[in-house]
């Protein structure tokens, strides 16, 4: 079946350091998602993205749609404490039948 | 996300005791699911629902079944529950296939 490849899986950064993570993929997606979980909730969505090539930015979060369609990245910049987490990105096949692949997520941990 | 309620929040139980978890949503949304989280293997499908009168097996439905009392309802139950199910388990929803899933707060079960 599909399978998403998300690296890294963990990150120990700095505070105010910028942070990249990435998906990949052998199979085409037509949506690309990108997902926030906190300890003891349920991931929550940061930002969808649904053409090849678009760029899209939520605060200091930004994700792009892949051209070839099989890949994504999310930028965090000037990370702060408060973007610990696990981030998962998640990609959306096409068809109406078609169920969300989550990859298996970046742990992300921020040093004040 | 308020508008997906999981029950029980955690569980703790023995070794074949049949256990139950509920979900319900108030997005009006037809799709549901239920993944398990485990350290490292990010969140696995254990079964969707399209419909009421439509129940799907996702990669890992062994030794899981659900039901989908109403639009707004899907519950998960484990029939005779060993440990290796012990995990965190996600309820979620979403308009359709390919599209963004709106995840409840998870249920933490432990099975001794």
């Known amino acids: 079946g599909q399978q998403l490849n998300q690296s890294p899986q963990s990150m120990f950064i700095q505070e105010g350091e910028d942070v990249s993570m990435n998906c990949t993929s052998s199979s085409i997606f037509n949506t690309w998602l990108w997902y926030k979980q906190e300890p003891g909730e349920g991931p929550v969505l940061l930002i969808a993205?649904?053409?090849?090539?678009e760029l899209t930015s939520n605060g200091r979060l930004t994700a792009q749609f892949g051209i070839t369609r099989k890949d994504s990245f999310l930028n965090i910049s000037a990370s702060i404490p408060s973007d610990v987490g696990i981030y998962f990105c998640?990609?959306?096949?096409?068809?109406?039948?078609?169920?969300?692949?989550f990859g298996k997520g970046t742990k992300l941990s921020v040093k004040p | 996300d308020a508008d997906v309620t999981q029950t029980p929040r955690n569980r703790i139980t023995k070794t074949g005791k049949r256990i139950m978890l509920e979900c319900s949503q108030t997005k009006g949304h037809d799709r549901m699911y239920w993944y398990r989280q485990d350290p490292g293997l990010g969140l696995r499908l254990i079964y969707y629902?399209?419909?009421?009168?439509?129940?799907n097996k996702g990669e890992i439905s062994d030794g899981y079944s659900v039901s989908r009392q109403a639009q707004a309802k899907f519950s998960l139950s484990l029939e005779s529950a060993i440990p290796n199910q012990t995990a965190l388990y996600f309820c979620?929803?979403?308009?359709?296939?390919?599209?963004?899933?709106?995840f409840g707060d998870g249920t933490r079960l432990s099975i001794l």
């Open positions: 998640a990609g959306g096949p096409g068809g109406s039948q078609g169920n969300l692949i």
């Open positions: 993205l649904y053409k090849a090539g």
């Open positions: 629902s399209f419909d009421v009168k439509d129940i």
């Open positions: 979620a929803t979403s308009l359709g296939g390919g599209q963004p899933q709106h």
